[in-house]
């Protein structure tokens, strides 16, 4: 309860900053709670709703999806479309701001900051997409112990995201609570680092 409450990044980007990642992470803890108790469609419904808070969450759904009815995965996918194919097709009308964001955008990446060195931006984009779709395809198959710690597959994707903006991972914060780790403390609240740019620091030079 004291990472939770305590957590740096939640006081910062959710008490002083009011970014609505909160919702996603709790809506994702209310669909574990959900599933638990056999109620699938409101699983199904919550899991979109954060989705709908924070996209990036949208990761989580096949994991935590998995082995739930074919009502729980029906109930996601329309929610979900159905929140945000009003702003998909007006973006697409007004000339796509979240797909210049998605092609141009990069901030505090990692992964991705040293492909894109070496093979070029648009190469590096399919890179980490490969990587991180491989490592999903492997933990599904292969360890699928990975995919009861939600916090390691969002630490994966985020490692090779070209954007990671420190509220992000407000998503981690939940589940690091749940099962504490030394990585997950320590990208909570090592992340707020990013912030030390020359624009938050007050120089103009």
């Given at each position: 309860v004291l990472l939770y409450a305590w957590s740096p990044l939640l006081i910062k980007e959710v008490a002083f900053t009011g970014h609505v990642d909160i919702l996603a992470a709790l809506c994702l803890v209310a669909v574990v709670c959900a599933f638990r108790?056999?109620?699938?469609?409101?699983?199904?419904?919550?899991?979109?709703t954060g989705i709908c808070a924070r996209l990036s969450a949208g990761v989580l759904a096949p994991l935590l999806l998995k082995g739930r009815s074919k009502t729980a995965w029906a109930v996601a996918a329309l929610a979900s479309f159905a929140c945000y194919a009003p702003f998909v097709f007006?973006?697409?009308?007004?000339?796509?701001?979240?797909?210049?964001?998605?092609?141009?955008?990069?901030?505090n990446s990692?992964?991705?900051?040293?492909?894109a060195v070496v093979a070029g931006a648009s190469a590096a984009k399919l890179i980490c997409a490969v990587l991180f779709v491989s490592?999903?395809?492997w933990a599904w198959f292969r360890r699928p112990d990975l995919l009861r710690c939600p916090d390691v597959v969002l630490g994966v994707f985020?490692?090779?995201?070209?954007v990671v903006n420190p509220w992000y991972l407000v998503l981690l914060v939940p589940?690091?609570?749940?099962r504490p780790s030394a990585w997950g403390i320590a990208a909570?609240?090592?992340?707020?680092?990013?912030y030390a740019t020359g624009l938050n620091l007050g120089r103009t030079e």
């Open positions: 108790y056999g109620r699938d469609a409101i699983g199904g419904l919550v899991l979109a007006r973006g697409i009308a007004d000339g796509g701001g979240l797909g210049v964001f998605a092609s141009e955008w990069e901030f990692f992964a991705y900051g040293l492909f490592f999903y395809a985020f490692l090779l995201s070209p589940f690091v609570a749940l909570t609240v090592s992340v707020l680092i990013s």
